[in-house]
């Protein structure tokens, strides 16, 4: 590793978590040796004996540097000595990661063996030359029915699942990772508590999917900044393996509102003026470049994103949920513990429906929707005591199937198990006529045999 070996020994300040250090320049000019986002350290003179604190560099003003601390600085003299590496945060990148975890700082947190021989990458490089994408044509399955059937997850999509706190978002997460037909998951987790950590671990390797996953996990005990570092480094994994080795990569992401929340609390620290809520001014665009990351190679793999996005208060309007919206490709809309087939939306799903799918799944999926439609409506009509129709009744019935069936995230199966399984739920409610759909999708895909219904199960 590169280093520069000059020392600048004179610290200006300490402030929180962030540390600014004088650089001497001919005549008082720009730094030109140093570089936006490239790593330091900084010994501290008093105490030898001290490991060194890692810094990454936040903000140059002509001759004046600032650091962000991944440790904190406790501890920290304004007598220590700095010295710059030449370059930004680096992240281990080989097959051997595979199975592995690592700290936001890139450190591995498994007991597994080191890694530091590896080869290492820089994080949070430019987005793909847009000539370079291909136009979204492949689907990633999910084995979730509101989303598979409904709103199709694409590659190359990048897509956040809007929640707030105390949903089981993290559950469908773990989900969708362990059943996803991707060839690589790539994990990135911001504030998390050991248990969500574990939890997420522990559903990867009873799938069987472990062996393929990476998983990138900051704590709630974490130095900030190594959070903010999370999604840099599972972003520049997964690009690498879907450039060099043609793999078609998921990343997930859980949560940005902690991201957002992080890079408030640096920029409190740096004494920016803050704009709506507190959040820094160019949070769309930091966001937007994570996001950004997402695509499909043309001749190699595919980075897909799929991320948590919590809403405080389940306010869509702040900021976080806000700008997020602006910038990907529609959202899954987790409430009461189901994916709400009104408030989700894939932008995509049309590049794939019907074209990579079974030749029902568009007429499907748009009856579907119809009919639960309906049974909201009679379902108003019975709570204000309204007079209902036998057709209401089959209506209301066909609404608690559709529920019990699809939208509780526990249910898993395949898209053509789950396109069979709305036929038969058609059938148990509705004839053929009231379906208003193609008659030859019908003769060919109704069931023939019209199964009883039973409430208890709702199977």
């Not at 190699?300 to 948590?308: D, E, H, P, R």
Request: hydrophobic share 40%; net charge negative.
């Amino acid at each position: 590793m590169t280093q520069l070996l000059v020392r600048y020994s004179r610290i200006l300040e300490i402030i929180g978590d962030i540390v600014k250090v004088h650089v001497p320049t001919p005549e008082g000019d720009e730094v030109s040796e140093i570089g936006y986002g490239d790593l330091a350290l900084i010994e501290n003179t008093l105490d030898p004996d001290q490991p060194p604190y890692m810094a990454q560099v936040i903000r140059i003003d002509r001759d004046e540097v600032s650091l962000q601390l991944f440790s904190g600085t406790k501890g920290l003299s304004t007598r220590a000595g700095v010295r710059f590496l030449g370059h930004p945060m680096q992240v281990t990148f080989s097959p051997n990661i595979l199975g592995r975890s690592f700290s936001g700082a890139g450190r591995p947190i498994d007991g597994g063996p080191s890694l530091s021989e590896e080869a290492k990458i820089e994080i949070d490089g430019p987005t793909v030359n847009p000539v370079r994408r291909v136009l979204a044509s492949r689907m990633i399955r999910t084995d979730v029915p509101m989303i598979d059937i409904f709103n199709c997850l694409v590659e190359s999509q990048k897509i956040p699942i809007f929640s707030v706190a105390g949903e089981p978002y993290n559950r469908l997460l773990a989900q969708i990772g362990a059943h996803a037909d991707a060839d690589i998951v790539v994990f990135g987790g911001m504030g998390l508590i050991f248990d969500d950590y574990h939890f997420f671990r522990q559903a990867f390797e009873e799938a069987g999917v472990l062996a393929r996953t990476v998983m990138f996990v900051h704590q709630g005990s974490d130095p900030v900044v190594e959070g903010l570092l999370v999604p840099d480094m599972a972003l520049a994994v997964a690009e690498r393996f879907a450039v060099e080795e043609g793999k078609r990569v998921l990343v997930l992401l859980t949560d940005m509102t902690a991201y957002a929340d992080a890079l408030k609390e640096v920029g409190i620290s740096m004494e920016h003026v803050p704009s709506n809520r507190g959040y820094i001014g160019d949070l769309y665009s930091q966001l937007a470049r994570r996001y950004e990351k997402a695509c499909d190679y043309k001749g190699a793999g595919s980075v897909t994103i799929l991320s948590v996005t919590t809403m405080p208060g389940d306010d869509v309007t702040h900021p976080v949920p806000d700008n997020t919206g602006y910038i990907t490709e529609g959202q899954f809309y987790l409430h009461e513990g189901v994916i709400d087939p009104f408030g989700s939306l894939s932008r995509l799903k049309q590049h794939v429906i019907g074209k990579v799918t079974r030749e029902d799944h568009s007429q499907i999926m748009n009856t579907m929707v119809r009919f639960y439609a309906a049974a909201r409506d009679a379902e108003q009509k019975q709570a204000m005591s309204f007079d209902l129709t036998e057709y209401d009744e089959r209506l209301l019935r066909f609404g608690q199937l559709f529920h019990d069936r699809f939208m509780d995230i526990r249910v898993s199966m395949p898209l053509e198990q789950a396109l069979d399984l709305c036929w038969q739920t058609l059938a148990e409610c509705f004839e053929p006529r009231e379906l208003l759909m193609k008659e030859s999708l019908v003769s060919k895909y109704f069931p023939k045999q019209r199964a009883s219904v039973d409430f208890g199960t709702g199977a």
